[in-house]
């Protein structure tokens, strides 16, 4: 019988990130290729099957606040 993990919610900062990379590369699929991280991991961690590690965590919440930062800029 397989293990089920337990579901774990992403904190909020995460959440938001997440969500603007979404935004900003129009699907999560882009959003993780972005990232450098395979689709399916992503999938994982987004959608809380897997933990999140806080160095990752970081790591995309930095990465959506460069994002955003560019979109911003390009369109001043």
């Known amino acids: ?23 900003i590369y129009g699907d999560h699929s882009r959003a993780a290729e972005e990232l450098g991280l395979s ?3 992503y999938r994982t961690l987004r959608n809380g099957r897997y933990r999140l590690p ?3 965590a970081n790591y995309i ?10 979109v911003k800029k390009s369109t001043k």
Request: net charge positive; hydrophobic share 40%.
């Open 54 to 56: 806080e160095r990752t």
């Open 39 to 41: 689709i399916t991991y």
């Open 1 to 23: 019988m397989a293990m089920v993990r337990e579901k774990q919610s992403l904190p909020t900062d995460v959440q938001k990130a997440i969500q603007t990379l979404h935004d």
């Open 61 to 70: 919440i930095l990465k959506s606040k460069d994002a955003a930062a560019k």
